[in-house]
């Protein structure tokens, strides 16, 4: 089987990381989430946390240079020898380029990179109703995904939480940081012949079938 090096990407609140969590379920690969990883950073008051925080309850991406090694180490790991996922990264021009001199010294390409398209008012419905598990990250939503207990995480019992960056101001800096930073790579991608776009507006069930069959077709190419 070849590997699978899969990059999500999306606006804030599209689902990536609702997406990202059944992926690695299903493939068994390890995740990476720049936001969860960052987070667990902050928390832990980690170098890596005291220089993201700011930059984070903004809404702004930190700087280039601090995101780039932590993930470019991540998917040198025996761990992601078979493939990676990744969510919330690359977001700029720069990051991407990182990324492919990365996969290059290390003989590999992506796979795909999956578009999860939403628009910008799904984004803010979606991020006001979130609650994400204060342990491991889960994300659930009051509305659309609601934990069987209210405010506990069915996934290993820790609080829920209304993320920082999820208050409407900074919600809308955070989507006007995609559309003018992140949105560039959607060309980027398509151009190397490797995006992917899903409708983000379904269910995430379907949005997840929808993934899988791309996937499942993508496989079976490969093997013509
Ligand atoms: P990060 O945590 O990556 O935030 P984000 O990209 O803004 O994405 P979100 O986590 O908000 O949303 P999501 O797409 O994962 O949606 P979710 O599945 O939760 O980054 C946070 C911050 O870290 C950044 O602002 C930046 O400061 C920093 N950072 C991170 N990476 C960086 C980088 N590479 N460079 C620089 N800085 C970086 O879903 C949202 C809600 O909708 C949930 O409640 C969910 O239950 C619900 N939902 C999901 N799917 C559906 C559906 N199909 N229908 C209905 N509801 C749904």
Redesign the pocket.
């Known amino acids: 089987m070849s590997e699978l090096n899969l990059v999500?990407l999306?606006?804030?609140?599209?689902?990536?990381?609702?997406?990202?969590e059944r992926l690695q379920e299903d493939f068994h690969l390890p995740y990476y989430?720049?936001?969860?990883?960052?987070?667990a950073a902050v928390r832990d008051e980690t170098e890596l946390g005291r220089e993201?925080k700011e930059?984070?309850d903004?809404?702004?991406?930190?700087?280039?240079e601090?995101?780039v090694g932590v993930?470019g180490e991540r998917i040198a790991q025996h761990e992601a020898a078979d493939g990676f996922i990744l969510?919330?990264?690359?977001?700029?021009t720069p990051?991407a380029e990182a990324l492919d001199s990365k996969m290059g010294e290390l003989g590999r390409e992506l796979t795909a990179a999956l578009l999860?398209d939403?628009t910008d008012d799904?984004v803010v419905r979606?991020?006001g109703?979130?609650?994400?598990c204060v342990k491991n990250g889960h994300?659930?939503?009051?509305?659309?995904?609601p934990p069987k207990n209210e405010g506990i995480c069915d996934v290993c019992g820790a609080r829920l939480e209304v993320?920082d960056?999820?208050k409407p101001d900074v919600i809308r800096h955070?989507l006007a940081?995609?559309h003018e930073k992140t949105e560039p790579l959607i060309a980027r991608y398509e151009e190397a012949g490797i995006l992917r776009r899903i409708d983000?507006?379904?269910?995430?069930d379907?949005?997840g079938d929808r993934i899988r069959a791309m996937l499942a077709t993508r496989r079976m190419e490969e093997e013509l």
């Open positions: 999500l999306g606006p804030p609140g599209s689902g990536k990381g609702t997406q990202g989430a720049t936001g969860d990883i960052l987070r993201a930059y984070m903004r809404g702004d991406l930190v700087p280039d601090v995101i993930i969510d919330g990264f690359p977001r700029t990051q999860i939403v799904e979606r991020l109703g979130r609650r994400t994300v659930f939503h009051v509305e659309f995904d993320r960056d999820d955070r940081t995609y983000g507006s379904l269910t995430p379907e949005v």
